[in-house]
């Protein structure tokens, strides 16, 4: 039985320059008990088709032709009462940003009961027993019902949204994005929280994400959206092992795969059309590597290319040789801006002391080009490292008070102490990049401040080119902010929206003396060229909000490395990019850390993207690094059952496999105390008795792979410590 089918569906925007043409002409069916995922780039109209479907659409959207039919009803004929009343009832959607959909000052219960009973004509006793049943299905404690959303982790509070869209047993239920910017642990639980769902109440499901890998552990057929239209659409395993369409392929290569790791990330140069004037061939022509000159002048359409498969391209019938040839990530590269930027690096000379300073011989003859860089040493990513290590980080720990003070005393609240990082050791060599990977709440976020002295130690010693960070002061404490940079993980709170660009990019060069003008302007230009964003002076007089979310991000990299530091703490930099956006953010880092000899800390939850850009992984749990070692060493031979569970909740873009269950319950516990045992012990699927009040050892083998587990260290023969890496026993 059909559920949903559209036909030739078109919704347009009105805006000051002219009409969007968001979706153009979508037809698609969804049968019953069926899950489709619906994937392809922001801006592509995922969102605003699913907005078209509930007939939510912004003032300046409108339905310009087609149909909406739902259960033989067409839903654009319906009136707005009778629309209402579909809602909730017959179609329950799970927003994308969920984490902010309940209201912050009602009770999580009362807002799921207070939809029962209006909407679905409960009566108040019933609507509780309703309400218990429902945090059971979705896994959450029924005595935190009566619970405010503030006490509730990311993770529970995407359970609620979800037992909220469940709560009138609906025929459809529409996700969007309903996994993004969640921890890998809290993800994984998720996601097996909607495969239960399917399972148990044969729920019909269309997701809408840009990560494929969601798609693949979730959904039985996908369907790829490109510039407002269907492009393929076709069963999940086959999809997944053979795209046809260039675009499926794109997004397939894109996708870091902890399973089957790449060398090299696939990134879709360039941006969807501009829908106010979409061209007149193939919306895809101006990105794809297999593009002929028949693609720019003819339109195709979906076409049957396969059993229940379609695809819209000209050369559908060439896909298995063009499958091939997609192997090799340089096709997708352009030919004519790559060897332009290879001309602009090998003309542009590097980092060194500013025009202006008092250390330039002559700084009126350096006054029109960037000085040269002292050093840059070639490691295992390019890069020979040097004896001395750049940073050391010794005994590290960093603890914060809350409570206490006057409102304290007032709520009855006595002050706390938060161990938010605890005694950890680590060093970084010139050009090295090491990342630190865990659940919310493990103290990554501090390290990283530690690190760029944007908050002191508690204890140890943080140790810069020689020198500690808590006796600097004035002239060297700029120079070493000029040296040490901070990519944030918002690009879009990152930049001052009422400044421009250039703007934006000369601050850092003023601060440090650059004085020339036509100097900081030539450093911007080829700054913006590193990160690819060309030509580079149509970007100098934009604002952040005429830019789209992977070119800010770019433009936050550029910042960071206009002064050609020697060492960046990136934090998330990608969570909130879409699958191609990513890889060319993650490739461009990759290849300017050659470039520059630069000693990189990326910080992250996601451990396929760590692998992919990584000489070493340090895996971090309540503020103590548990296992640190060479990323291969880690991914493939994880010795921490923290390590093996984050590994083992990494979800494969590949339907063929699948993800087991997790041995761990998901929320790391508040750092107020200091554990006398392994703090890990709790959650621990291998716990000892032991574990509970001794500290493990910290073990290291030849190979600088070092795990703090009672399993590694003196029991390390244990049968128990035999596993494969996804973290079940062998």
Known sequence: MTILSLRDLKVEYATQDGSVQAVDGVS??????????????????????????????????????????????????????????????EIATIPQASMDSLNPVQRVGSQLMKLLTIRGGYDKRAARRRAVDLFDLVGLDTDRLMHYPHEFSGGMKQRAVIAMALALEPSLLIADEPVTALDVIVQHQILEVLRELEQELNLTVMLITHDISVVAQVCDSVAVMYAGRIVEQAAAKPFFASPAHPYSLGLQQAFPNLARPRDVLV?????????????????????????QSACHDVDPRLELVGEDRVAACLRSNEMNELRIRAEDPTLWQNVEVARGFADQAEASVGRGDPPGRPSDASPDATAGQPPADPYRSPSKSGIEVDGEPLLEMRNVSKRFKIGGGLAGLLRGDKEQTVYAVNNISFSLQRGESLGLAGESGCGKSTTGKLLVKLIDASDGDIIFDGTDLAAMSGDELLGFRERVQLMFQNPFEALNP????????TEPLIIHGWKNEDTRLQRVVETLDRVNLRPAETFLDKYPHQLSGGQLQRVVLARALVLHPDFLVADEPVSMLDVSVRAGILN??????????????YISHDLSLLQYTCDRIAIMYLGEIVEIGPSDAVINNPQHPYTQALIAAVPAPDPTLENPPLRIQEGVPRPT???????????????????????????TNDNGHMAQCHLYGEHRNSPKLKRDPIGEPA
């Not at 319906?78 to 209402?84: E, G, I, K, V």
């Not at 990134?267 to 593009?291: H, K, M, N, Q």
């Not at 461009?588 to 800390?601: N, P, S």
Request: glycine share 8%.
């Open 673 to 699: 105390e200091l554990f006398v045992g392994c703090p890990f012990a709790q959650r621990c699927p291998d716990v000892m008795e032991v574990c509970h009040n001794t500290r493990p050892p910290q073990a």
């Open 267 to 291: 990134s879709i140069e360039g941006y969807p059309p501009d829908l106010r004037e979409p061209p007149a061939g193939c919306r895809f022509a101006e990105r794809c590597p297999f593009v």
């Open 498 to 505: 009422r400044f421009t660009l250039y703007r934006s990019l």
């Open 28 to 89: 698609f069916d969804i049968e019953e008990s069926q899950q489709l995922g619906l994937i392809g780039e922001s801006g592509c109209g995922k969102t605003t088709l699913l907005k078209a479907i509930v007939q939510v659409l912004p003032r300046n959207g409108q339905i310009s032709a087609g149909k909406i039919m739902f259960k033989g009803m067409d839903l654009l004929q319906l009136p707005a009462a009778d629309m209402r009343q579909l809602r909730w009832r």
């Open 588 to 601: 461009t880092t990759r290849r300017l850390a050659r470039e520059l000899g630069l000693a990189t800390v």
